[in-house]
């Protein structure tokens, strides 16, 4: 295109105004022009066991775009992980102008409400999506997505979907590198929450009204200690006690969360042996998040929630009293908590030991091939077929974070790699001769050196002996179809490798 | 020890010989559907002939036969149906339809997940088992016809019930197991897929090598169309299209054992409804899905067993979002030839407020059966089940009587 920065700026301006056809070209177009390409040459992986470097990356991103590599060998681990946990300093201009598109996402509950819910689903979605895609905050992304697991809302239930989205860019968003008091302060008093776990529902004991315990239980359970946090049956209803009261306005404050201290149960509480005094009111939130942030089993099961997450599925005992003195240390600053994961000996121990996730799995593949998409409908299927649809679990453990529950979704897994590189998803385009030539796999050496360079580039690793014949045997059929591309290349070869076991780990 | 092994050995090859089944495909099969969220079976069959029921229930009551058009439909002095169960009558009147009141586990946390997890893996909450109890039936079984189409589970991800099962699927819809793979390579892909499987040790070898035999039997299902059989209409919802597509693979003969379905949305906290509602609408997709099934399965009913569970039932009381909170014993509903149907197995008192162990606690109705004793029952009489003590290690089964003993 012959047109400078300034004019295409013009253009994206126009065309976000209006939903013309040919917007989403333009927005490409631009954002090349901002540097999310695939840069003019890159390097790969050169062992035969997993590059660390690469370990690192696969694991505190949602996977390699062109040249990631690169670039954290170049900066060193400290300098990276320092620049992704402040990520406000990283100028992600380029991801916006895709994923900033979504009207709804910036509205509060009361005009979402104006909108149809399918509508607002699929925005949600598409932007989680596309965040994770083309963020150059990836460690940020990937806590934003672990804190929505941890925090979880389906927004099929009631009318929670009108506020999920002011719960993403209110609650999640600005704490998920934050402290976790705050984080989990502002979670319950999100009118999202309030309508998922039924907190709007629940008002102090009368003669013919019970208090409800659903958000208490759960904020015991799965948001601070645990199932086995030393809790009592006595400790949920009393937290539901000091909960009353928080409810959403209807009518035309419609969304809005405020405190009824005539709902509110004001007397005595007893909470896991503390005494909150009578008459606090709104204040018992406070006290009940000062009580449970300040808990061991909050520390431990947080820190056993990370380190299975970034670590190990089967958490080392001695890392995760580490990573949870870290959290008392710091009253719950989630960075401290990050750092001393990463930098923990163990943290190298236990490459490839994970099963990526389906929404890791997607994304790490769009990345790795530096697809060009807006999340339409034909990406996001996948997502719901195997089960791992954002924003839609169904319960308020959030999707498993295990392996093992996620291996019967094979199939779906190669179907979508297979039909990614050879075109068959609707608007997703790559552009597989450019990347296959940045990275030198592309002529003089040969077709093996080619299968080589493109499997280091996913995996971080050369593929060994079983996996290159695999690979050929394979190649054969697909010579026939391959003309107009660079002779050599095979999308149906780079298909095989992303539906490979290889690629499934991280 | 020489004389154990030798017993051991006469005792294993006993085993083989029960276990074999006579033809590909004509295995006995169960299907389980979990309600989940902790259904209020209270208001599915209703206790109308006991005062306390609505005195417990003022709003949300179901009224008693005769009071309205929406009221319980009786089945005897004391017990009715919510109105929306409309369409299980005829299976119950055939004697097909059995329930089992105060059905529950020892599981006192209120928590679904503790609770859910517990009843899918068959144990105590005191001690843990590996795996799922179908997982761990199916592993007792093992035989050489067992394919990945042994268990089934509708839906998106393999539900903990079958976890240990030595093959298991997961699937929405039966066109949905294909390659995406131009047609002419689909062979060299699943040749080059199973080859780099083969290599894997850990977690992905068995999925893979499962994921591929499956693409192989279901290709013949495929072919050809299918339409339910006398008549049979099943809701257009997930699990009303889930159900058609278990009847599709127990009438294809490909050797389904044991298949799972889910209905979500029972934790009616909050504003359940009474004959119409929340609750309600749940109930209506259950029953017309259930009915359609019985009729679609038609010459091979005989060997189908259906099975409705849920974590835990609800309390007996009304809160004041005119919901129901956490409880404990449920209805067990079961549907086949070898159930005791048309009759209401146990009784259970209700409980007024001031009876329970404990107010603020998980309460509700009381358990007069473990679980476990209804699931062994349906293992051992409906499916033959040999090896029970493989299932459920260490318990001691009670007599329900929901299932009609074998004629040996």
New interface residues.
């Given amino acids: 295109m012959a047109l400078n920065r300034r004019d295409l700026l013009k253009i994206a301006a126009l065309a976000s105004t209006f939903p013309l056809f040919g917007c989403e070209k333009v927005t490409s177009e631009l954002t090349k022009n901002l540097g999310q390409t695939i840069p003019a040459k890159f390097g790969t992986a050169a062992n035969s066991t997993v590059d660390k470097d690469f370990h690192l990356l696969s694991r505190a991103t949602y996977g390699i775009w062109p040249g990631d590599l690169d670039y954290l060998k170049t900066s060193g681990r400290d300098h990276w992980l320092q620049e992704q946990l402040n990520p406000q300093k990283i100028d992600d201009g380029a991801c916006d102008l895709r994923a900033r598109r979504f009207e709804t996402l910036w509205l509060d509950p009361g005009t979402c409400a104006e909108f149809k819910k399918p509508v607002l689903r699929d925005e949600l979605v598409r932007h989680m999506l596309l965040r994770a895609v083309y963020s150059k905050r990836q460690l940020f992304e990937v806590m934003v997505g672990f804190w929505t697991d941890h925090l979880n809302i389906d927004v099929n239930k009631g009318d929670a979907i009108y506020a999920k989205a002011f719960d993403d860019y209110k609650v999640i968003r600005p704490n998920a590198l934050g402290n976790f008091r705050n984080l989990l302060a502002a979670s319950a008093t999100s009118a999202a929450m309030l309508i998922y776990l039924d907190g709007k529902e629940n008002r102090r004991a009368t003669s013919d009204a019970i208090p409800n315990e659903n958000y208490a239980r759960e904020l015991l359970e799965l948001h601070t200690m645990g199932v086995d946090g030393g809790y009592k049956q006595k400790d949920v209803y009393e937290v539901a006690r000091c909960l009353t009261g928080w409810r959403i306005h209807g009518d035309w404050k419609r969304g809005q969360v405020y405190f009824d201290d005539a709902q509110h149960d004001n007397g005595t509480k007893l909470v896991l042996g503390h005494r909150i005094a009578a008459g606090q009111g709104a204040r018992d939130l406070d006290s009940v998040l000062d009580i449970v942030c300040k808990h061991k089993s909050t520390a431990n099961h947080l820190a056993t929630k990370l380190v299975s997450h970034f670590v190990c599925e089967s958490p080392p005992p001695e890392l995760v009293q580490k990573v949870a003195a870290a959290f008392t240390a710091t009253s719950g600053d989630i960075r401290s908590m990050l750092l001393v994961a990463f930098n923990s000996p163990q943290f190298d121990q236990y490459p490839v030991s994970k099963i990526k996730r389906p929404f890791h799995f997607i994304v790490s593949a769009l990345r790795g091939l530096a697809a060009d998409t807006y999340a339409h409908s034909s990406v996001t299927e996948y997502l719901s077929r195997m089960g791992h649809g954002p924003f839609e679990f169904p319960t308020p453990d959030g999707y498993p974070d295990q392996s093992s529950y996620w291996v019967s979704t094979l199939l779906w897994r190669w179907n979508f790699a297979l039909s990614l590189c050879s075109g068959n998803i609707a608007e997703v385009t790559l552009d597989l001769p450019l990347l296959a030539q940045a990275m030198g796999a592309k002529g003089v050496n040969g077709k093996s050196l080619q299968a080589e360079k493109i499997f280091a580039h996913l995996v971080g690793r050369k593929p060994n002996a079983h996996e290159l014949e695999a690979f050929n045997c394979a190649r054969k059929s697909g010579a026939k179809r391959e003309a107009e591309l660079a002779p050599e290349l095979d999308p149906e070869l780079i298909g095989l490798m992303l539906s490979s076991p290889a690629f499934q780990r991280c | 020890m020489k004389a154990k092994q030798y017993s051991r050995r006469s005792f294993l090859s006993k085993l083989a010989f029960y276990d074999q089944p006579n033809l590909a495909g004509a295995n006995k099969s169960l299907v389980c559907i979990f309600l989940?969220g902790g259904a209020d079976t209270l208001n599915m069959l209703v206790p109308y002939g006991m005062d306390e029921y609505y005195k417990l229930r003022p709003t949300i009551s179901i009224k008693a036969p005769g009071r309205s058009a929406d009221a319980v439909l009786k089945l005897n002095d004391l017990y009715g149906f919510h109105p929306k169960m409309a369409p299980l009558l005829p299976i119950f009147a055939d004697g097909r339809l059995g329930m089992v009141q105060g059905v529950g586990s020892d599981n006192d946390?209120?928590?679904?997940?503790?609770a859910q997890d517990q009843m899918e893996h068959g144990e105590s909450c005191k001690h843990s088992l590996g795996g799922g109890w179908l997982g761990r039936h199916l592993a007792s079984r093992r035989h050489p016809r067992q394919t990945p189409l042994s268990a089934v589970a509708i839906?998106?991800?393999?539900p903990e019930v079958l976890?240990g099962a030595p093959a298991?699927?997961?699937i929405?819809s039966l066109d949905?197991?294909k390659?995406?793979?131009?047609a002419?390579?689909t062979r060299?892909?699943a040749?080059?897929?199973a080859?780099?499987?083969q290599?894997?040790t850990a977690?992905?070898a068995e999925?893979?090598k499962t994921?591929l035999d499956?693409?192989k039997r279901v290709q013949k299902l495929q072919q050809k169309s299918y339409s339910p059989a006398n008549g049979a209409i099943y809701p257009d919802n997930t699990f009303g299209q889930g159900l058609k597509e278990l009847a599709r693979l127990l009438k294809g003969n490909v050797g389904l054992e044991i298949s799972c379905l889910d209905l979500?949305g029972w934790d009616t906290?909050?504003f359940q409804g009474g004959a119409s509602g929340l609750q309600a609408d749940s109930i209506e997709q259950l029953a017309l899905g259930l009915a359609a099934f019985d009729k679609d399965l038609g010459s091979v009913r005989n060997r189908v067993t259906t099975i409705v569970i849920t974590e835990f039932g609800r309390r007996t009381y009304e809160?004041?979002?005119l919901g129901t909170?956490h409880g404990r014993g449920f209805t067990l509903f079961a549907i086949g030839e070898r159930i005791a149907g048309g009759q209401i197995h146990g009784s259970t008192p209700l409980l007024s407020h001031g009876q329970e162990v404990?107010l603020?606690?998980?309460a509700g109705l009381p358990i007069d059966f473990d679980y476990r004793s209804v699931l062994s029952e349906i293992l051992v009489r409906a499916l033959d089940n040999r090896r029970i003590d493989c299932v459920f290690p260490g318990f001691n089964s009670q007599e329900v009587g929901l299932v009609k003993r074998s004629i040996v």
């Fill in positions: 989940r946390s209120g928590s679904h997940f503790s839906g998106s991800a393999l976890r298991a699927s997961v929405k949905d197991i390659l995406n793979a131009p002419a390579d060299v892909v040749a080059a897929l080859k780099l499987y290599a894997e977690l992905l999925p893979g994921t499956l693409l979500n906290h909050f809160n004041s979002s909170d404990d603020f606690g998980p």
